[in-house]
């Protein structure tokens, strides 16, 4: 596979989000040129950061708009572009067939370009993980990249609470069954684990879902429920999750279809990662937040089960350490800064300790 060109230009699904934006900022530090497609350039809540940027001024950065949902938006914009990250979520995952619709059109953009090397799409530890029966996680614990869902329980379906887990597989299948009907481009995947870091925009607070919760709990109450019953956070540094998918768009040893695990392999129950805030920062002097758990009586009966079996996965990450030579950021540098950024740029007003002193 031929190096991604020194300085090329790179096309960005999903900008204004949490990994999008960290997607951007970093590959315009490594001199590429980036074309960011958002929903709306001229959503300032949501653009504003991205426009802000240093390339942005000069024109090194360009925004464009196009909303997933309309087939061909992407066919001028990916015209002359080297290599494609695409981050972006889509509407709905519950059905199928508008997934598959979205990845085809994409593709179909891809392939008019004429000059789009390369493919770097974002996946989900979703679709390594993302089981129907929790027991499927106690018969096969080491979750490595060979890992997915048991897709012939008869019981998984994507209104039965598993379409992004199925969305994700249908995205990774379809780019590199593409990519190989293709004499031009390659696409690799990267499964992130749960994003926590610094936020680059208020507007990312609202949406996460894993610094949404470490906003809730500054303000007082969070739920168990983020995702998964009772799973831990299995948590990447979102600047790790951005810093993996570059390099995995400049690895010329990967080969088509390949996927790579980015997480840091760290597990903390919510109620830790909330009493991690006042350990790590003492001086702000944090209230603590009440927990709130959801779930009906028929989940709160397993709760131990469930733990129990989270607890017994074997979390790898040393196929990503090795390939791309990936190090990544403890979970408490992760929650640390989030939670500054959520001060500092979300405006987040947390609930204080009232004897607390400010120096
Ligand atoms: N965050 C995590 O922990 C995590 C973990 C594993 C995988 N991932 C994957 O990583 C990717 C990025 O996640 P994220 O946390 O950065 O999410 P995010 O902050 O919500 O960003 C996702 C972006 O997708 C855009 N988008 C959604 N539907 C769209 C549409 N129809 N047209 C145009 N843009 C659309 C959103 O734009 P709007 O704001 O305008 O809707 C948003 O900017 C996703 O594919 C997600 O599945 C995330």
Redesign the pocket.
């Known amino acids: 596979m031929e190096q991604i060109k020194q300085g090329g230009t790179i096309a960005v699904?999903?900008?204004?989000?949490?990994?999008?934006g960290w997607v951007v900022s970093l590959l315009l530090d490594r001199g590429y040129r980036v074309r960011a497609c958002?929903?709306?350039v001229d959503?300032t809540k949501?653009t504003g950061f991205l426009k802000a940027m240093p390339g942005y001024a000069s024109g090194r950065l360009t925004l464009h708009s196009?909303?997933?949902?309309k087939a061909g938006c992407f066919d001028d914009i990916f015209k002359g572009c080297h290599g494609l990250v695409h981050?972006?979520?889509?509407?709905n995952y519950t059905d199928q067939n508008y997934v598959q619709g979205v990845c085809d059109h994409i593709i179909n953009s891809i392939n008019l370009s004429g000059t789009i090397e390369k493919v770097v799409v974002?996946?989900?530890?979703?679709a390594v993980i993302g089981e129907t029966d929790i027991q499927e996680l106690v018969r096969r614990p080491i979750c490595n990249e060979d890992r997915f869902p048991d897709e012939k329980n008869p019981n998984r379906s994507a209104k039965g609470g598993q379409g992004?887990s199925m969305g994700?597989i249908l995205l990774e299948r379809s780019f590199s069954d593409a990519a190989k009907s293709s004499d031009r481009w390659n696409s690799i995947t990267c499964?992130?684990?749960?994003?926590v870091g610094p936020i680059l925009s208020a507007?990312?607070k609202e949406?996460?879902?894993?610094q949404h919760n470490i906003e809730t709990m500054l303000l007082g109450q969070y739920t168990e429920n983020v995702i998964g019953a009772y799973r831990p956070w299995w948590t990447v540094d979102v600047r790790d999750t951005a810093e993996a998918h570059i390099r995995l768009l400049e690895n010329t040893d990967l080969k088509n279809g390949q996927r790579l695990i980015a997480w840091s392999t760290e597990s903390r129950e919510v109620e830790e990662v909330c009493a991690s805030i006042n350990r790590l920062l003492p001086e702000l002097a944090f209230a603590g937040a009440e927990k709130v758990d959801p779930f009906p009586e028929q989940i709160k009966e397993r709760k131990a089960e469930f733990r129990a079996a989270w607890r017994g996965c074997q979390l790898r990450n040393d196929r990503i350490k090795s390939v791309l030579g990936m190090s990544f950021r403890s979970i408490d540098i992760s929650i640390r800064d989030c939670v500054e950024s959520l001060l500092s740029v979300g405006g987040v007003q947390p609930k204080t300790k009232s004897d607390r002193k400010r120096l």
């Open positions: 699904t999903g900008s204004a989000g949490f990994i999008g958002v929903r709306d959503d949501k196009a909303d997933l949902d981050t972006s979520h889509v509407s974002t996946s989900s530890i979703a992004y994700k499964c992130p684990g749960d994003n507007h990312q949406v996460g879902p894993w």
